[in-house]
Structures are given as structure tokens and as C-alpha cells.
């Protein structure tokens, strides 16, 4: 829709709270407004049309999309201002109720964003406005529309959706009634739009979805001849799964990343729970012997791979003898880091029924503990790469940096000096010791003489 006159010259704001999926389809509808006219607002500048992606993962990240609605509204006064995403979705009517909001558009509607905002913007009051009560949404089950979306905020690391929706129904999670049944692209159209990265410039993909392993279900083909088809694409050096549930992770996938042209060995695979009790409770389908084999299962055939591992706390009877035995289970398996979270009571999931609760500050000192052991085993997993040589995709240098960097195929943070030269490029490099707030490893192009004098101006 190139040129659409009711787009044409409006300047936009973005604002995107959440998952790397969310990032992914503002992407993808700051591009669509670009090829209808709209330019994105540059800083400082009053914005014409705002559109907020929400999260509703937990009441915090409710709490968070209601104060960027209100920042947006005040930042750029008389705009016309869209929410869309999982918060929109799940309270639609809150959404519209708060001033300054003119459309709120659930999952289903969110592709068709050009379309209502060409027949309500000509419409649209300007200066202080009252709240919109506008809201299209359609129930869970209804949703059925696979939206594509590809990132592209970095030009080495592009965000491929391949998937949208869960079909599990944990006791603990909105997901569901927030993004739909499962349901993904076609294999054909996810390569074409790999080639198109290619033809940009990138070099790197990761893929993203809701239940991202869970591929296939409205197109009839499976999750790992996707795999296979990327990895014949031309142009992309390095692909990276966000995450995937263990029990989807099969040994099919396992082998062939393993010895595939181009899938990085870094896994980011979800527990929730190290007790089997409280899996039982979650309506998890694995058990922790299940996992503890998958992650056994990795570490045999990629030895030195990146596993990633989210981990919530505070569930809904997570006695303290239960933390205590997923506390204990969690030490003993060989990964490199913990994402924390603690439970948040959602309205309308079934976990609410499920007793007893769990103090506030009490799940504060259960994530502490886990985020203790998820620092040792990242520091770890660090420490024993030094010395070693390995290829990185270099990334730009912050503005007026000195410093760039990028990220080994096992997924390990390194500095260097910066070179304009060296963006998006390949380099095998000697990892050297940690950088000065330990948060990566300083690293030398391979068959580097003088490491000190590389670094001489560095902190």
C-alpha cells in the first residue's frame, strides 16, 4: 500500500514491551507503515500515530503496558494511538478505557492494521482526547491468522516468527487465550523470507515463536524439515532456535543441529519447575528425569553448546521442601544460565485454585538463590572457554564506542577494539580473559602477537 494519502508524511512512535516475538511484529508493522508513507518519529519529535505491542506474561508487565500507554499519550499529544499485542487481547476494554487510546486491536486484527487506520485516522480528532472505548478483538478460539514477521533492529541478527500460539494450557499462563490455537507459516514462505534477509545483508536468524518447536500444525509439516530447508539457504551463516519446549526437542533435531551447516549449539529450553510435584501442578509435560536426559542428550553430541534454561519460582503450592528438591536438581544439571522468574497470579488460569500461595518475599529469596546459582554456572561456562579460538559475528560499536562485539557459535559474549571494517563479518578470534564488568570475555584476532598492546587503550 506505497504511497496510501492517508498515510503519506505521518511521522510514528514505537513502543514494545516483552517477548523477542513482540519485537518481531513491530518490526514488521513499522515496515508496512514505511511502505505506506509513514516515517518513524525521530527523537524529540511529535509523533502523528503511536503504536504500543503489550505484553500481559504477568501483572508487572500489565502494570508496565498501562504506564507506556499513559507516557506515549503525554510524549505525543493528539496522535492517534493504537495497542495491540497479549494485553490488548486479554483486556481489551481496560485498554480503551484509558484516555488518549483510540483503537485497541486484538490477535486476529493486528495484521489489518493498515486497514482500520486508513478508515478512522481521516476521522480522528486532534488535541486532548477522550478515551476511545474502540477495541476489535475476537475470542482465543477464533484466532486463527498466522501474521509474518521478520526484525531486522540489527543488521547482523534478524528475528524470524515461524510460529504463533499454544495449544499446551499451563495452569499458570494466559498464552493461550492471549495469542490462540498453535498455528505457523509454510515452509516455502519462511525460506523466501530467509532469502530476503540474505539479500540485506544478514547474516544471522534466530527463531521465534510462542511454542516455537511446536511448527506445523496448520500447514501439516514438521519442525525439523523447516530446519533443514534454512539451513540450504545461501547467505545466512548462523541460525539460533529462541527457545523450545524439552519434550519438542527431539533427538531427530538434536543430531541434525549438531552436524548442520549452520544451527549454532545453543538451546534455550524451559524447566519451570525442578520438582516433579509442582510440574505435575503446572500441567507440564515432561518430568525432571526427562529433562535432565535431554540435557545429557545435548551435551553428547555438542559438548561445549549454550544451554539456557527458564526457571519460575513462587508457583502455587511450591511448598519450601518442594524449592528445596528443585533447588537441588537444578545445581546438579550441567547448564550455563537461569532465566528467573517468579509467579504471577493470572486471572481466569487454573492455578489459582491450587493452594497454598507463596509469600511475596519468599519468592524473592527462592530467585535469589537460583539467580546465584545461574551466575556460578554462566561464569563457569565462561571461564573454561578462555584460551580457546572461535569464530564471531562481529556486531557495530555503540556511538563513539571504543568497543565492539559479538557472540561465539556457543552463544559466549566477546569484546574487541573496535574496526568499522570488521561489522558483520566473521573473524576467528583467541578468547582471552573477562572485560571489566565480567560481563563477556575480551578476545584478539586469532594469531595475535601482543595481546597487551591490542588492549592498551582499553579499561
Known amino acids: 500500500?506505497?504511497?496510501?494519502?492517508?498515510l503519506m508524511g505521518k511521522k510514528a512512535a514505537?513502543?514494545?514491551?516483552?517477548?523477542?516475538?513482540?519485537?518481531?511484529?513491530?518490526?514488521?508493522?513499522?515496515?508496512?507503515?514505511?511502505?505506506a508513507g509513514v516515517r518513524a518519529a525521530r527523537e524529540g519529535e511529535r509523533a502523528d500515530l503511536c503504536v504500543i505491542n503489550t505484553c500481559s506474561v504477568t501483572e508487572v508487565a500489565d502494570h508496565k503496558c498501562r504506564q507506556a500507554i499513559h507516557k506515549l499519550v503525554k510524549a505525543h499529544p493528539g496522535a492517534f494511538v493504537v495497542v495491540t499485542g497479549c494485553y490488548a487481547q486479554l483486556k481489551p476494554e481496560t485498554v480503551a478505557d484509558i484516555d488518549g487510546v483510540d483503537l485497541v486491536l486484538g490477535a486476529e486484527q493486528k495484521g489489518d492494521l493498515l486497514r482500520y487506520l486508513e478508515e478512522r485516522l481521516p476521522h480522528s480528532p486532534c488535541g486532548n482526547k477522550a478515551a476511545a472505548h474502540e477495541f476489535h478483538t475476537v475470542p482465543a478460539k477464533d484466532i486463527h491468522t498466522f501474521v509474518p514477521s521478520c526484525s531486522c533492529?540489527?543488521?547482523?541478527?534478524?528475528?524470524?516468527?515461524?510460529?504463533?500460539?499454544?495449544?499446551?494450557?499451563?495452569?499458570?499462563?494466559?498464552?493461550?487465550?492471549?495469542?490462540?490455537?498453535?498455528?505457523?507459516?509454510?515452509?516455502?514462505?519462511?525460506?523466501?523470507?530467509?532469502?530476503?534477509?540474505?539479500?540485506?545483508?544478514?547474516?544471522?536468524?534466530?527463531?521465534?515463536?510462542?511454542?516455537?518447536?511446536?511448527?506445523g500444525k496448520t500447514t501439516g509439516e514438521r519442525f525439523l524439515d523447516l530446519l533443514k530447508a534454512l539451513d540450504k539457504v545461501e547467505g545466512i551463516d548462523r541460525y539460533r532456535i529462541s527457545s523450545i519446549e524439552p519434550n519438542l526437542l527431539?533427538?531427530?533435531?538434536?543430531?541434525?543441529?549438531?552436524d548442520s551447516r549452520a544451527f549454532m549449539p545453543h538451546f534455550h529450553i524451559p524447566l519451570q519447575s525442578g520438582s516433579d510435584e509442582v510440574l505435575r501442578l503446572m500441567r507440564r509435560r515432561y518430568t525432571t528425569g526427562f529433562f535432565a536426559e535431554k540435557v545429557r542428550r545435548v551435551r553428547e553430541l555438542m559438548p561445549d553448546a549454550f544451554i539456557g534454561v527458564d526457571v519460575m519460582v513462587g508457583m502455587r503450592g511450591e511448598t519450601k521442601e518442594l524449592f528445596e528438591?528443585?533447588?537441588?536438581?537444578?545445581?546438579?544439571?550441567?547448564?550455563?544460565?537461569l532465566h528467573v522468574f517468579s509467579y504471577s497470579e493470572r486471572p481466569g488460569t487454573a492455578a489459582l485454585k491450587i493452594e497454598p500461595a507463596v509469600r511475596p518475599e519468599e519468592k524473592h529469596r527462592r530467585s535469589q538463590l537460583l539467580l546465584e546459582i545461574s551466575n556460578r554456572k554462566w561464569e563457569a561456562f565462561y571461564a573454561r572457554h578462555i584460551g580457546k579460538e572461535a569464530e564471531v559475528l562481529l556486531e557495530k560499536a555503540?556511538?563513539?564506542?571504543?568497543?565492539?562485539?559479538?557472540?561465539?557459535?556457543?552463544?559466549?559474549?566477546?569484546?574487541?577494539?573496535?574496526?568499522?571494517r570488521l561489522d558483520n563479518h566473521l573473524m576467528k578470534v583467541k578468547l582471552?580473559?573477562?572485560?571489566?564488568?565480567?560481563?563477556?570475555?575480551?578476545?584478539?584476532?586469532?594469531?595475535?602477537?601482543?595481546?597487551?598492546?591490542?588492549?592498551?587503550?582499553?579499561p
Open 1 to 6: 500500500m506505497a504511497g496510501n494519502p492517508v
Open 325 to 337: 528438591k528443585a533447588h537441588d536438581f537444578i545445581l546438579s544439571l550441567d547448564i550455563c544460565q
Open 398 to 420: 555503540k556511538p563513539a564506542g571504543e568497543l565492539m562485539h559479538g557472540f561465539t557459535p556457543n552463544y559466549i559474549r566477546v569484546e574487541l577494539p573496535a574496526d568499522e
Open 153 to 215: 533492529g540489527e543488521r547482523t541478527r534478524y528475528f524470524l516468527k515461524v510460529q504463533d500460539g499454544c495449544d499446551y494450557y499451563c495452569t499458570y499462563c494466559t498464552i493461550p487465550y492471549a495469542r490462540g490455537r498453535s498455528r505457523n507459516g509454510s515452509i516455502e514462505s519462511l525460506v523466501r523470507q530467509a532469502q530476503q534477509v540474505a539479500e540485506e545483508g544478514g547474516r544471522e536468524i534466530v527463531l521465534t515463536g510462542v511454542n516455537t518447536g511446536d511448527f
Open 14 to 35: 514505537y513502543f514494545t514491551l516483552g517477548c523477542k516475538l513482540n519485537f518481531s511484529e513491530t518490526s514488521t508493522i513499522s515496515r508496512l507503515l514505511e511502505q
Open 250 to 258: 527431539t533427538d531427530e533435531i538434536l543430531e541434525f543441529c549438531a
Open 432 to 458: 582471552e580473559k573477562f572485560n571489566a564488568d565480567g560481563s563477556a570475555l575480551r578476545a584478539v584476532p586469532a594469531g595475535q602477537p601482543n595481546t597487551e598492546k591490542t588492549w592498551k587503550k582499553q
